[in-house]
């Protein structure tokens, strides 16, 4: 039993101290991941238990004004840091192939405009699941959505830890110019709830995301075989492989049973 925990000691000093990126560790929630997992441990009792419990005898609340406030953020957030990941990095020298972490101050820059960045938008993400439960749409609350909002924040969390630029950041490029279609299209819905009712519109932002993981699955391969000599390290592939597979399965699942199976029924 003590060789047991001894090792898991060791394995996590050499994951929260040994291999962390230096630049990085004295940010807000960085320093080690018991902060971050308090609040993703907040996150699921609150939206399965504190407030379903709360809202039970509560109407509905009408949240508009502030859901119209809340997406249009969500745009100029995703919309500022897509334009630094590809001004500081992927429109300027940065490998499709192969492209470490970075030294010097532009990567400074980019760790925390970009990476950092990133990270805190992912939980500003997770209101999506309270505002769904405060407008009493828990069957909305479902396991492929928490799992996404959950598991984003753990990766974007990952990626400042440990690898703030370089190859990885791709998801986060990505996923901001994806989240910036998304709550667009969720910001029109606010002001006219008719294009709720628009099927064209939304199967296609359900096909982008799709898109989106089938492209970043690509990345991570492309990583996992990528030279001896490659900058970055390969262990993320390893985890961010399955982990994108999982997500083109899961979303092509809600599409499939979205928009084909129920246009047959």
Same mark, same amino acid.
């Given at each position: 039993?003590?060789?047991?925990?001894?090792?898991?000691?060791?394995?996590?000093?050499?994951?929260?101290?040994?291999?962390?990126?230096?630049?990085?560790?004295?940010?807000?929630?960085?320093?080690?991941?018991?902060?971050? !997992?308090?609040?993703?441990?907040?996150?699921?009792?609150?939206?399965?238990?504190?407030?379903?419990?709360?809202?039970?005898?509560?109407?509905?609340?009408?949240?508009?004004? &502030?859901?119209?406030?809340?997406?249009?953020?969500?745009?100029?957030?995703?919309?500022?840091?897509?334009?630094?990941?590809?001004?500081?990095? $992927?429109?300027?020298?940065?490998?499709?192939?192969?492209?470490?972490?970075?030294?010097?101050?532009?990567?400074?820059?980019?760790?925390?405009?970009?990476?950092?960045?990133?990270?805190?938008?992912?939980?500003?993400?997770?209101?999506?699941?309270?505002? *769904?439960?405060?407008?009493?749409?828990?069957? !909305?609350?479902?396991?492929?959505?928490?799992?996404?909002?959950?598991?984003?924040?753990?990766?974007?969390?990952? &990626?400042?830890?440990?690898?703030?630029?370089?190859?990885?950041?791709?998801?986060?490029?990505?996923?901001?110019?994806?989240?910036?279609?998304?709550?667009?299209?969720?910001?029109?819905?606010?002001?006219?709830?008719?294009?709720?009712?628009?099927? $064209? $519109?939304?199967?296609?932002?359900?096909?982008?995301? &799709?898109?989106?993981?089938?492209?970043?699955?690509?990345? *991570?391969?492309?990583?996992?075989?990528?030279?001896?000599?490659?900058? *970055?390290?390969?262990?993320?592939?390893?985890?961010?492989?399955?982990?994108?597979?999982?997500?083109?399965?899961? *979303?092509?699942?809600?599409?499939?049973?979205?928009?084909?199976?129920?246009?047959?029924?």
């Amino acid at each position: 039993m003590s060789v047991i925990l001894g090792g898991a000691v060791k394995l996590y000093y050499y994951l929260n101290e040994d291999i962390a990126d230096p630049r990085t560790q004295e940010w807000f929630l960085m320093r080690t991941p018991w902060a971050g !997992q308090t609040i993703l441990f907040l996150y699921l009792l609150t939206v399965f238990k504190w407030l379903p419990d709360f809202m039970k005898n509560r109407p509905a609340y009408d949240l508009r004004p &502030i859901l119209a406030v809340y997406n249009a953020i969500q745009i100029v957030g995703c919309a500022y840091i897509a334009y630094k990941s590809l001004t500081l990095g $992927w429109l300027k020298h940065y490998s499709l192939v192969c492209e470490g972490p970075g030294e010097g101050p532009e990567s400074i820059e980019y760790a925390w405009s970009v990476c950092y960045g990133y990270f805190v938008m992912k939980l500003v993400d997770l209101l999506d699941t309270i505002f *769904f439960v405060l407008r009493k749409k828990q069957n !909305q609350v479902t396991f492929l959505h928490v799992y996404h909002h959950y598991g984003m924040v753990a990766v974007s969390w990952g &990626i400042v830890k440990w690898v703030p630029g370089g190859h990885g950041t791709m998801l986060v490029t990505l996923n901001s110019i994806v989240h910036i279609i998304m709550y667009g299209y969720y910001l029109l819905t606010t002001w006219d709830e008719s294009y709720k009712q628009s099927i $064209w $519109w939304k199967k296609y932002v359900t096909q982008v995301q &799709i898109l989106q993981f089938t492209l970043l699955l690509m990345h *991570f391969i492309a990583l996992a075989v990528a030279p001896a000599d490659c900058a *970055f390290p390969r262990q993320p592939a390893f985890l961010l492989i399955p982990q994108n597979l999982f997500m083109v399965i899961l *979303f092509s699942d809600f599409y499939y049973r979205s928009y084909i199976k129920s246009k047959k029924t």
